[in-house]
């Protein structure tokens, strides 16, 4: 974040009336450089991807890949800014409940920031590629038998008695860092706003991040539309999605056994709702669901692309290609969607989907409609060349 703002203010971007560019007005509370946290996040890529727009029924689709940042998802944008603020308040522990991508980050930012991670994580219900930067990272790593949402309800109680820091997407100056991957996307673009931009739903702090950054940056005319909002959850825990097709909007009805494969989206009560639906209606967005068959056979279409991500990014390929067949979403729209986390994150539902192995977690088998399957064969050359010659 440092590097962030010494290089947007020699950059040619709108400029106040001081001839300085409004970047910190963003993130007004960092105002000492030396609380900053960085391990150099942001910048991340945008990446054109024919195929995928293709099976979107798109003309054309961008991808914004937050798996470019250090620990391999969009948790750090925001996590720079909480460490931050964290440090402001001279705090010595932080704590997290995470599904995967959360602790990674968080134990990677404590870590450079000098303060004591403290992971909360479902027992079982985490991938090991996500589990195992936490205890790299050095995070005293808990295993609760229990979901996230009764899991964060536990640690809210306990952060508040042991005078702990919590860096959950309920911290709002996590969102506030957040906010800045729609402003790398904008600078990215030349200002030029998409139509739409389509994100997971989880605990929908991104949902509420970018909806923020959107109205900021249109109040303060740098950008000259406001882009929809496209939120998209999977089918097993999708009580934002619920909540939208209801007739009352006041109270959101949590899934109390929240389960997908998707498991950077498997929260039943997200914190973050009001703000999102906020967010949601202020930019006349869109909310839909998609199953388990439908995320993995996305993943998998991205993949042709050459382009990796985890399962809960994929969910945006599947919602796109969802809201296009609904008439949301036009064929010639200018579409971006974020994949939010690194391909690395969870490599076994890759084998298993590709390996014919892969399972709702009721049970039920997930076809491997693009099934790219390894072939075993002798150490024979000539064996070898009339198979590869077929």
């Not at 450089?33 to 099976?55: F, I, K, M, Q, S």
């Not at 720079?80 to 599904?99: E, F, I, N």
């Not at 306990?158 to 969102?175: D, H, Q």
């Amino acid at each position: 974040m440092k590097r962030l703002w010494r290089e947007r203010r020699t950059s040619n971007l709108p400029l106040d009336q001081s001839g300085v560019w409004r970047f910190r007005e963003f993130i007004p509370f960092l105002n000492d450089e030396r609380h900053v946290v960085t391990l150099r996040e942001g910048n991340t890529p945008l990446l054109d991807a024919p195929r995928a727009a293709a099976y979107a029924g798109l003309d054309r689709l961008v991808f914004k890949h937050q798996g470019f940042n250090p620990t391999g998802s969009f948790k750090d944008n925001g996590m720079s800014a909480g460490a931050a603020q964290a440090m402001r308040l001279g705090m010595k522990r932080v704590a997290c409940v995470s599904t995967g991508n959360t602790s990674a980050s968080m134990a990677a930012y404590a870590a450079a920031a000098g303060l004591q991670p403290i992971v909360f994580i479902p027992h079982g219900n985490i991938s090991y590629g996500k589990l195992a930067q936490a205890l790299e990272y050095g995070a005293r790593t808990l295993q609760v038998e229990a979901n996230f949402d009764q899991i964060l309800a536990l640690v809210r109680a306990l952060a508040e008695r042991l005078g702990i820091y919590l860096l959950n997407s309920i911290n709002p100056f996590r969102i506030e860092g957040q906010k800045t991957i729609l402003v790398e996307l904008m600078d990215q673009r030349d200002w030029a706003p998409p139509d739409w931009i389509v994100l997971p739903g989880g605990a929908l702090g991104n949902t509420s991040a970018f909806g923020k950054a959107l109205r900021e940056m249109y109040e303060w005319k740098l950008i000259n539309k406001m882009p929809r909002l496209a939120v998209v959850q999977a089918e097993g825990a999708a009580p934002f999605h619920a909540l939208m097709r209801s007739l009352d909007r006041s109270r959101l009805t949590p899934v109390e056994n929240p389960e997908t494969l998707a498991t950077a989206i498997r929260i039943g009560d997200p914190v973050s709702w009001p703000k999102a639906l906020r967010e949601v209606l202020a930019t006349r967005g869109a909310v839909t669901k998609v199953s388990e068959q439908e995320i993995a056979d996305a993943k998998a279409q991205i993949g042709a692309c050459g382009i990796g991500c985890e399962p809960a990014s994929a969910a945006t390929l599947a919602g796109i290609r969802k809201l296009r067949a609904g008439g949301v979403i036009s064929q010639s729209a200018d579409v971006v969607a974020v994949l939010t986390g690194n391909l690395l994150k969870d490599p076994d539902y890759i084998y298993r989907y590709h390996t014919g192995q892969l399972q709702t977690p009721s049970g039920v088998a997930i076809q491997s409609t693009f099934a790219n399957q390894p072939a075993v064969v002798p150490n024979d050359a000539d064996q070898i060349a009339r198979l590869l010659s077929e």
